[in-house]
């Protein structure tokens, strides 16, 4: 079943080859010619061979039928109508040229927008690629049995919905590469109109793209509804033709390296596909991609505050000549369990509407502004699973009903949260993480050995696969390879004259280490948690003016595990946006308080429970007795006795070391937020656009840098600045209106003055400044 390519173009590194030959993984660049049954022509022309017999599909254009559809006639008449209301004139002649004007640009939007994927086509682009990939990509691996899992699951006849990771513009074409090599169907992928351009638009589209708009709307609050509903017109045509979909969960290619909050947008079209009958259920494929060198550069100039260079053909000419003559190691894609549409919609359902009566927080930390106690409405429960179609339905990409838009939203995040869990750690994120978290002023190669084999060994346990085994020294020094001098540089240090050692060291200056946290915050979402609760526990110690108490080696802290957990969920809440804490299934306390156990479990935090006389004890059953209460719940046990627990904190140096490493995992993220507050001064009786408003953030962060309020370069990132904006939205704190592509912020009415203004930063500020525990070096 697999097929591959049986030489190497360029030798494959010793600790690559062996992560293939322990795991299980398969190189789809390698083919078995030498099979005794291939005759000397298919042995010579192994790569034509294979391509030659690959499964043929047919892949049914459908652009006539999304034309013909009578719902997408309906909105062409509506938008049409409305236009004519406007102008006050009653001329049927009139009317007629402005229903012309609109099915003309429906007919340009579907041309400019459908895929004319083609068998022949992928056929040669597969060949190519056979001899393109091996100069630039060490090997691209997959599991067998993942890749048999996906064969079953296409023989279903259901359409698969592929929802990969995004960052690469590798990504899809390997995808499609290995599918079409393994014989499923090759999928139809959404792509940003921006790759429409000469040449490579009309290659893309015939490997499968299909070109939408990255703003559909360029006036805020006015839709375009026939861009709207050709869009979601073909996409549910394509649905029923049977076509299979791939489409990008977090909209763009990720500039940190972290996952991406998830866009809902297409797949609440396929939600649609499945309330409205149009299919009777599908499979979502979460798709987990990796590379040990992002093939695509680095994102540094966008996150410093430039704008984004826009592709153009010359661009991609030179990008593919330079990626052909440069290195990029291995890379890595994990098909995750595929999921029943059906199922997760029926999951969810019941999920959500137990949810409706509660005020428990989310696994997102959303919610309604914490800076005013202003009720949101409960949204309503689904009544029905399946609905009738209408015109309505046209609007999934737009307007989705309450009933749906929870649904939606919670398949979106756990299938971000899966792929998020399930990405292969490479090389270069242990190497990178390590480097920035814990060793930022260098660390010679026997330590940082010993780190990599502990990290490997806690993510083993916890589940998470690898993209490198084998001799720990050979790995670390294939990482500082691919990253390159640049961002990791080895030097010998003389210890004295029969000894030397080799020290490794980060490059932590602007901008260097923003392109090496990219690598490092593969690894962030995983420690997350651990992060969060450590750094709940350190704003509480600095609430507190009075000198610890010790008890030998621990030292006793003056608040409750309770206010720990609350500590830490409102720290979730700042950080809503950058990450996703659990599965939406699961209450974020109980992940907060698996934390807290596990930290109970390494002894780095020891429990009590208070001591009372015997009186009060008798005194306590009293009340109790003749109150009635007789509920002894496991919940309610558990409440009181996190309320009342003394907590004492390990302050020996081995446990001190792992809070501090715990501690620093979120500190870039939260300077940034602390910078952002503060800079809410400055929108006080004004407003700016964002590219403004951005620079002065940056400008700000600089000054924080210099004067040593902030400790970490990698905070100058605009990405986390952005997401703090959303974050003040969210909170009732800012405004936004965006007219063609230029949004302006400016404070809301009763936060437009600085002692308003002042409360925000303090929220936010206390996560910033943070004692060392006692006994600390």
């Known amino acids: 079943m697999w097929r591959g390519f049986i030489e190497q173009t360029q030798p494959v590194n010793s600790a690559v080859a062996k992560v293939h030959q322990e795991q299980g993984l398969r190189n789809i660049l390698l083919v078995d010619a030498q099979d005794s049954g291939n005759n000397f022509l298919t042995r010579k022309f192994c790569h034509l061979s294979t391509v030659y017999q690959l499964k043929k599909y047919e892949y049914p254009q459908l652009a006539l039928t999304v034309v013909k559809d009578e719902q997408l006639r309906q909105v062409i008449e509506a938008a049409a109508k409305d236009d004519y209301s406007k102008i006050g ?53 997959a599991h067998p049995a993942q890749v048999q899992m996906l064969i079953k699951a296409s023989n279903t006849g259901l359409p698969l919905i592929f929802l990969p990771m995004h960052r690469s513009h590798l990504d899809y074409i390997l995808i499609s590469f290995i599918l079409l090599n393994n014989n499923i169907r090759s999928p139809l992928v959404a792509a940003g ?79 649609d596909a499945y309330m409205d009958g149009t299919i009777e259920d599908a499979l979502l494929v ?152 814990r060793f930022r002023n260098g660390v010679i190669m026997d330590k940082l050995v010993e780190a990599m084999e502990k990290l490997k060994k806690d993510l083993f346990y916890a589940g998470r696969d690898f993209g490198f085994t084998g001799d720990m020294v050979d790995v670390i020094n294939h990482a500082c390879d691919l990253l390159g001098p640049g961002l990791v540089r080895r030097e010998r240090v003389i210890k004295s004259r029969d000894e030397s050692v080799v020290m490794v060291r980060p490059f932590t200056m ?55 957990q609350q500590f830490a969920l409102d720290l979730c809440e700042v950080l809503q946006f950058e990450f996703i804490f659990t599965q939406p299934c699961r209450q974020l ?90 800079g809410l001064h400055r929108l006080v009786g004004r407003q700016l656009t964002e590219h403004d408003y951005l620079q002065e953030l940056l400008l700000e962060m600089r000054t924080q840098l210099k004067m040593g309020f902030a400790q970490y370069e990698e905070s100058l990132s605009v990405d986390p600045f952005k997401n703090s904006l959303k974050l003040f939205e969210r909170w009732e704190v800012l405004e936004c ?22 409360t925000v930063f303090e929220k936010v500020k206390r996560f910033k400044w943070a004692p060392v525990p006692s006994g600390a070096s």
Not at 348 to 357: D, E, G, I
Not at 527 to 546: E, I, K, M, Q, R
Not at 737 to 758: A, G, M, P, T
């Open 589 to 678: 306390e109980t992940a907060i308080e698996d934390v807290l156990t596990q930290f109970r479990y390494k002894e780095i935090l020891l429990c009590s429970e208070p001591t009372h006389s015997e009186n009060h004890q008798w005194a306590m059953r009293f009340v109790k007795n003749f109150s009635g209460d007789s509920s002894d719940s496991g919940d309610e046990k558990g409440t009181d006795r996190r309320s009342t627990q003394t907590l004492m904190l390990d302050t020996r140096e081995e446990a001190l070391q792992s809070l501090e490493f715990y501690h620093a995992l979120l500190r870039p993220l939260i300077d940034v937020y602390a910078v952002s507050a503060l």
């Open 510 to 564: 602007v901008p260097n280490v923003i392109e090496l946290s990219y690598y490092s915050n593969v690894l962030l979402s995983h420690f997350v948690l651990d992060s969060v609760v450590v750094t709940a526990l350190y704003s509480l110690l600095s609430a507190d003016p009075n000198p610890p108490a010790m008890v030998g080696s621990y030292q006793v802290l003056p608040f409750t595990e309770e206010q720990v």
């Open 737 to 758: 209106l965006s007219h063609d592509r230029i949004k302006l912020y400016y404070l809301r009415d009763e936060f437009d003055s600085e002692r308003n203004v002042q």
């Open 286 to 437: 979460p798709v987990s991609v990796n590379y040990e060198k992002l093939v695509d550069g680095n994102f540094v100039r966008e996150q410093l505050g430039q704008p984004k260079q826009m592709e153009t053909f010359w661009k991609a000419i030179r990008s593919i000549w330079s990626v052909l003559n440069s290195n990029y190691g291995m890379m890595r894609i994990d098909f995750n369990q595929p999921f029943s549409l059906r199922e997760l919609v029926r999951s969810f359902h019941a999920c959500n509407k137990s949810k409706l009566h509660t005020s428990v927080p989310d696994s997102g930390g959303g919610g309604d502004s914490p800076l005013q106690s202003v009720p949101s409405e409960n949204p309503k429960p689904i009544k029905s699973l399946h609905t009738v179609p209408s015109s309505a339905s046209l609007y999934g990409t737009d307007i989705m009903v309450e009933e749906h838009r929870l649904i939606v939203e919670s398949i979106a995040r756990h299938i971000v949260y899966d792929c998020s869990s399930s990405t292969a750690v490479m090389s270069t994120n242990a190497v990178a993480f390590l480097l920035l978290n």
């Open 193 to 271: 109109d921006n790759l429409r351009i000469p040449v490579f638009g009309w290659l893309l589209r015939g490997l499968g793209a299909f070109f939408i708009k990255r703003r559909m709307d360029p006036v805020q609050g006015r839709r375009d509804t026939v861009y709207r509903a050709v869009l979601h017109t073909y996409m549910m045509a394509c649905l029923r033709a049977g076509h299979n979909i791939e489409f990008f969960i977090e909209g763009g290619r990720t500039r940190t390296g972290k996952a991406c909050l998830p866009k809902g947008g297409l797949l609440s079209v396929i939600v």
């Open 89 to 141: 004139e009653e001329d049927d002649e009139v009317y007629k040229g402005i229903l012309q004007g609109h099915e003309a640009r429906a007919t340009k939007i579907l041309y400019d927008m459908r895929s004319t994927l083609s068998d022949f086509l992928l056929r040669v682009t597969s060949w190519l690629l056979y001899k393109l990939l091996p100069r630039f990509l060490t090997s691209v691996v």
